[in-house]
């Protein structure tokens, strides 16, 4: 672990007492390290280890699993129409609202970089939905207002719009999580905020002397320089996106319907699991997000070097 | 958020895992010298046994319960002094889930307030305590109590679990509404079409955004009643009992009460929950709506408008009605944890909370109507109308009914999921209403045949 190669092998060179305060050091870094080390243990590396064997099992939970082989895996694709349509409805979901979510948190975030005045205020109130964006409350809050007689059919009722239950009807449920999940630009918009920062402004200086306008500016300075920024952000987003549980959960709740519109991959993974008594399966699902998530990444960093640029060169 | 939400419910896979080793050497070692006597043996001498005690109880409910529930328990500290019980109260949602996480962890709660729907699930897996040597011992008396819910808490001819209170499924309605628009109120012999036709009427009487009847094509035990009346089970060993034409019938139903404007919205039916405060009637948008009659209460406290007057009529017959789909059911269940480790003071609660008269006047008929005929009979004095109405909901009921079904089969939670799915498939017109009963058929019985 943490104990350095050359310790034990270059012993014998160091002399005696050298060796002992490198031992006593080793010792106490071990020592500071325990709680995590702990923590990597019971709490990561031993539930994943368990997870993995499990979804080679069929598992109840209130029984003791059996030895299923690839049997949840080989249902998952084969059998199940849900596990397809959670599949269907969560990369719809990613596909839609991260890079809205993008766009607009970088719209926001230059509309700040103008040094406005109050600029802390602001950056606090449009970062406020991302802390409070996952919890229940707000879900439940949103839920309301989106509903059939909720505040926004209300507002839309006033200047003459009749419009359709958002979050009861199909074709517009999910869209509503997508929303939700915008609103929540606040993380997004803070990096950006902080990359924006980081552009020298003689970049801009000498560009309009050269007779750039505004948009020639934004594709040719602000869009590269600021690109490994996009990139972080989103890796970050689609990684988040893929397992987004709870707004599905409260605006269905629970039931990730109206006829499974917003049937969440995490959502329909936790009910496997903890309501229809299929721990196996939920766990052999579990790993084939981590793989998706894994091979989402991955090419999302192939293709990262066409498109992302840094001004030393990447070195 | 979300990673760490799986994180921790991994965490608690593993730790449970961890843990397991250590808890399960407790054993039942421990219910010794203090539960060597009679349950209601004199409250001054119960501290007879000197070791103190603590057992858990979990239950779900709604906020008058969580009251009531723990003055009883208090009572129950009171009378045995080296017993404590501390409670673990949580609503309907999520219940379960917690549940069948604990006992993974082999740390469920000592105390188990159980579900019609769940108990064959828990029994058959070993979760739950044998009570028979219990009853066996006069530990827990159920001499006193209906045959009929004795039945229905064994499994496998094991009692598993002592019923809390009775149950009947009905038709809530507002009797203030029917008056305003001089329609009569339904009687103990309507029909399904009865229903359909006063459902339309009320919701055209009413104007736009009022609605005669709640949308129950969603509602699996609901189906059931009318599955009963054709002289079907909804599952029959193991599988489904149902037939495509009891499907029909149902979904044909709601399809043209829906069209007749009688029945919900589609959206408003997808957004609705099981929360009495998000239906229709305690909106004041709806006339009509299933109920259980335990839950009469409930509706009542929920009601927008304190003035209406609640009413309750069976479940509407069948045309060509074979037998009466109405039944008794248990409205919950206590159970025993099967590794705890005071079996004996557990069924000792279990007694104090059904039989003993202080406790049972306390919790009244909020769990349902009781099973010990004594304490009916002692609770008649101090009822309140509506419980008086709810009373003799259940005298009729109990008089024109069947026997109920055995408990349902493992997987029925899922099944239970995709025939809501299945029922808004159809109110949406995403698919043939017939193909979508052949998917949820198919479905269903794939289910059933894995879950074994």
């Known amino acids: 672990m943490s104990a350095q190669p050359g310790t034990v092998a270059g012993a014998q060179a160091v002399p005696a007492k050298k060796t002992k305060v490198r031992h006593k050091q080793n010792g106490a870094a071990l020592f500071f390290l325990t709680p995590w080390l702990i923590g990597l243990v019971c709490l990561t590396l031993g539930p994943m280890a368990a997870s993995l064997y499990f979804s080679f099992t069929d ?156 948009a020639r500016q934004f594709f040719n300075i602000t869009l590269p320089i600021l690109s490994p920024v996009i990139f972080f952000n989103l890796v970050m987003q689609i990684i988040t996106s893929f397992q987004s549980f709870t707004q599905s959960f409260i605006i269905s709740n629970g039931t990730g319907g109206p006829v499974n519109s917003t049937l969440m991959y995490s959502l329909y993974l936790y009910k496997k699991g903890f309501a229809f008594f299929q721990m196996g399966y939920a766990s052999a699902m579990a790993w084939v997000l981590v793989i998706l998530i894994g091979l989402f990444t991955l090419l999302v960093f192939r293709t990262s070097k066409s498109w992302v640029h840094y001004e030393d060169g990447g070195k | 958020m979300n990673s760490r939400k799986r994180k921790a419910a991994l965490g608690l896979i593993a730790s449970a895992l961890v843990f397991s080793g250590c808890a399960s050497g407790g054993g039942t070692t421990a219910s010794g010298g203090a539960a060597e006597k009679k349950p209601d043996a004199a409250a001054a001498s119960s501290g007879g046994g000197d070791k103190k005690i603590e057992l858990r109880m979990t239950w779900w409910g709604s906020q008058t319960r969580h009251d009531l529930t723990t003055k009883a328990l208090k009572l129950f500290e009171q009378k045995h002094p080296n017993i404590t019980i501390k409670a673990e109260y949580s609503g309907w949602d999520g219940y379960f889930d917690k549940l069948s996480t604990q006992v993974a962890g082999s740390n469920a709660p000592d105390l188990i307030q159980m579900d019609y729907a769940f108990l064959t699930e828990y ?91 709640v949308d129950g094509s969603g509602t699996t035990n609901i189906f059931e009643i009318m599955v009963r009346q054709n002289d079907r089970t909804l599952f029959k060993d193991g599988k489904l009992g149902a037939t495509k034409e009891d499907f029909q019938q149902w979904f044909k139903l709601w399809d043209d009460l829906r069209k007749s404007g009688g029945a919900t919205t589609p959206e408003m039916t997808a957004t609705m929950t099981n929360a009495q405060e998000t239906r229709p009637i305690a909106l004041g948008t709806g006339a009509m709506d299933f109920t259980w009659s335990n839950q009469m209460l409930a509706f009542k406290n929920a009601m927008k408008n304190k003035n209406d007057e609640l009413k309750i009529q069976v479940i509407p017959h069948g045309a060509g009605e074979k037998k009466s789909g109405e039944y008794l059911k248990p409205s919950q269940f206590i159970s025993g944890y099967a590794k705890t480790a005071h079996p004996k003071e557990v069924a000792m609660v279990i007694d104090f909370l059904i039989n003993d008269p202080e406790a049972t006047a306390i919790l009244g008929a909020e769990r349902g109507v009781p099973v010990n005929s004594k304490i009916r009979d002692q609770l008649k004095s101090s009822l309140s109308d509506l419980d008086k109405m709810v009373f003799g909901f259940i005298d009729t009921v109990s008089k024109n009914s069947s026997d109920i079904d055995p408990p349902y089969p493992q997987g029925y939670a899922e099944i239970d999921k995709n025939f809501k799915s299945s029922s808004e498939q159809i109110a949406f017109g995403q698919g043939k209403m017939d193909a979508v009963i052949d998917q949820f058929m198919t479905g269903s019985s794939q289910i059933l045949s894995k879950a074994k």
């Open chain 1, 59 to 214: 598992y109840s939970i209130l029984s003791s699993p059996r030895w299923a082989g690839f049997a949840n895996y080989v249902t998952m694709f084969t059998e199940d129409k849900l596990f397809l349509v959670s599949m269907k409805v969560t990369f719809l979901y990613v596909f839609v609202s991260v890079p809205l979510k993008l766009i607009f948190a970088l719209a926001v975030a230059m509309l700040l970089d103008k040094g406005i005045r109050g600029l802390g205020f602001y950056r606090t109130i449009y970062y406020i939905p991302s802390l409070l964006g996952g919890s229940v409350a707000i879900s439940m809050l949103w839920r309301k207002m989106l509903g059939g007689d909720g505040l926004v059919n209300h507002a839309l009722a006033f200047i003459g719009i009749e419009a359709p239950d958002w979050v009861g009807n199909p074709k517009y449920a999910l869209y509503s999580l997508v929303l939700l999940s915008v609103w929540q630009f606040g993380s997004s918009m803070i990096i950006f905020l902080a990359g924006l920062k980081q552009i020298p402004a003689d970049y801009y200086e000498a560009s309009s002397v050269d007779g750039a306008g505004k």
């Open chain 2, 123 to 213: 029994a058959k897996r070993g979760a739950l305590l044998d009570l028979g040597p219990y009853v066996q011992s006069k530990d827990l008396r159920t001499e006193d109590h209906d045959k009929s819910m004795i039945k229905a808490g064994s499994v496998d001819n094991k009692l598993y679990a002592i019923t809390m209170g009775v149950n009947a499924p009905g038709i809530i309605y507002n009797a203030s509404v029917f008056k305003e628009l001089g329609i009569e109120e339904p009687k103990e012999n309507w029909t399904w079409n009865d229903l359909a036709d006063i459902a339309t009427k009320i919701s055209k009487a009413k104007g736009k955004g009022y609605y005669g009847m």
